[in-house]
């Protein structure tokens, strides 16, 4: 297994710098990828690039949300010569010292991808409530209740099947596509480990989540897997009953 830390940033530049602390020890090479950030976080993300030699700045001219820089990241990792990508975001809330576990189980289960359960403490029920519905309709679209969380960003995936379906088909470009990508990777066969680790919630942290615009993105996507889901729905079924059997 050869693999990265990819982190798209936008507008992170504070947090983030926390988060490359947390890495240094962890020996991994890592890309940042800047949607399009103000000059103060451009700034910061250069710096941090000069300090680390383990670290790659790719910068998009401008934002274009977090999928359409994880895809951006995907491919220059699979580019590179990577096979599997350990995703993070750039705000601070996932706990990097799970970080060398997740390694161990991805380079065990090289096939799989880890998917962070996560836990969280003091997050609104707003929030807590939007989860369960995605995760509710996540099991419907995989037919299997194999993914515990769609959404959380903290994950390590094996690039060959992903950048298939990138060639194959158009995905969200924000906060859809996290949870669609992992639909399509389990369409696609792609075994699920979900590894429990802590998410710190802070309601005074840095969040590009627009409840509105987010949601109805979000929604779109899985009614459009929903659909998708009908056209595989045999296969989908008979896989989980052979896999059970």
């Not at 830390?5 to 530049?13: D, F, K």
């Not at 003091?122 to 519905?133: F, V």
């Not at 099991?139 to 969380?149: K, N, R």
Request: proline letters at 6%; one cysteine or more.
């Amino acid at each position: 297994m050869n693999a990265c830390v990819l982190i798209p940033v936008y507008n992170h530049g504070g947090p983030l710098e926390g988060v490359i602390n947390e890495l240094v020890d962890i020996d991994l090479p890592c890309i940042l990828i800047d949607d399009g950030s103000d000059d103060v976080t451009k700034a910061t993300l250069h710096r941090l690039e000069v300090n680390h030699s383990w670290i790659r700045l790719e910068t998009r001219k401008k934002n274009g949300g977090k999928g359409a820089a994880l895809k951006d990241g995907y491919r220059l990792a699979h580019s590179l010569g990577y096979t599997h990508i350990f995703q993070i975001d750039a705000d601070g809330q996932h706990n990097t010292h799970d970080l060398p576990r997740i390694a161990e189980l991805a380079k065990a289960h090289p096939e799989a991808m880890v998917l962070i359960e996560p836990s969280f403490e003091n997050a609104p029920k707003s929030r807590l409530y939007g989860r369960w519905i995605s995760v509710f309709w996540v099991w419907v679209e995989c037919c299997s209740t194999a993914i515990c969380d769609p959404l959380c960003g903290y994950r390590a995936m094996p690039l060959a099947p992903l950048i298939k379906i990138l060639d194959s088909v158009p995905c969200g470009d924000r906060m859809d596509f996290d949870p669609e990508i992992a639909v399509r990777m389990v369409w696609e066969g792609v075994p699920v480990i979900n590894f429990p680790s802590q998410v710190r919630y802070d309601s005074n942290g840095l969040s590009h989540f627009d409840m509105w615009r987010d949601n109805m993105l979000i929604s779109w996507s899985h009614t459009r897997l929903f659909f998708g889901m009908l056209l595989r729905f045999h296969r989908l079924v008979f896989r989980k009953v052979e896999i059970e059997l």
